[in-house]
């Protein structure tokens, strides 16, 4: 199991390094982060599944430890009520079927302990794992920030690059002098058709002046 967390936690750091240097690659480190703390987790749970089955196990073993020590404990005391009685072919009857009994017990009792200590050490690994996933959990957080950070960093450095800062201002400066043209067009023809209408206006004032001119060069 320590294994298969030190894959992925060297797999996060190689994924991460590769992506840093090539943040345009399709495969997202978080992507990558989650995935592995699903299957982080869906280990945990079979882990839990396992612990579980052992403490059913170590169950069982101290219940039949028990009914062992009670069958041994009850020929004992028939082979003793059979001794008393002289009969003596029934006491070594009681004696072998007490040894068998004992024996039982012993070899459950060797069981019981071990399926103990193999359950403390599995709860320890479990604990483990959990903490792992937990270590995992922390990762990704730090993983989501600087890739907030990197991805802000890039757009940022588009906007403050001097090539591509050069190639806005050009726009700009484009538009404003086209705006300018537009507006000296615009004054140009406002001028013009002032002009225009000075003109048309002083040619009716000759035109009348003349007009009431006219009469008197013709009476004289």
């Given amino acids: 199991m320590n294994n298969f967390f030190?894959?992925?936690?060297?797999?996060?750091a190689a994924d991460?390094?590769?992506?840093?240097?090539?943040?345009?690659?399709?495969?997202?480190?978080i992507s990558l982060l989650n995935k592995y703390v699903r299957e982080s987790e869906a280990e945990v749970?079979?882990?839990?599944?396992?612990?579980?089955?052992?403490?059913?196990?170590?169950?069982?073993?101290?219940?039949?430890?028990?009914?062992?020590?009670?069958?041994?404990?009850?020929?004992?005391?028939?082979?003793?009520?059979?001794?008393?009685?002289?009969?003596?072919?029934?006491?070594?009857?009681?004696?072998?079927y007490q040894a068998q009994a004992e024996q039982q017990a012993a070899r459950l009792y060797e069981s019981y302990e071990t399926a103990i200590n193999q359950l403390e050490h599995l709860e320890q690994k479990h604990e483990e794992m959990k903490l792992k996933v937990k270590d995992m959990y922390i990762k990704r957080l730090e993983l989501m920030g600087r890739?907030?950070?990197?991805?802000?960093?890039?757009?940022?450095n588009k906007v403050l690059d001097e090539s591509e800062f050069g190639k806005v201002a050009e726009k700009f400066e484009s538009i404003e002098t086209n705006m300018k043209q537009q507006e000296l067009n615009a004054d140009n023809e406002y001028d013009?058709?002032?002009?225009d209408a000075k003109i048309q206006q002083l040619a009716k004032e000759i035109n009348r002046i003349d007009q009431q001119k006219l009469p008197e060069n013709v009476v004289q």
């Fill in 6 to 12: 030190e894959r992925i936690k060297q797999t996060i």
């Fill in 16 to 29: 991460f390094n590769e992506i840093k240097t090539t943040h345009q690659e399709t495969v997202n480190p």
């Fill in 45 to 96: 749970e079979k882990a839990a599944k396992l612990i579980e089955r052992q403490r059913m196990l170590k169950n069982e073993f101290y219940k039949e430890l028990k009914l062992a020590q009670t069958l041994a404990d009850k020929r004992r005391e028939q082979g003793k009520l059979a001794l008393q009685a002289g009969a003596q072919e029934l006491a070594e009857t009681a004696l072998h």
């Fill in 147 to 156: 890739e907030n950070v990197l991805s802000m960093k890039e757009k940022m």
């Fill in 192 to 195: 013009i058709t002032v002009f």
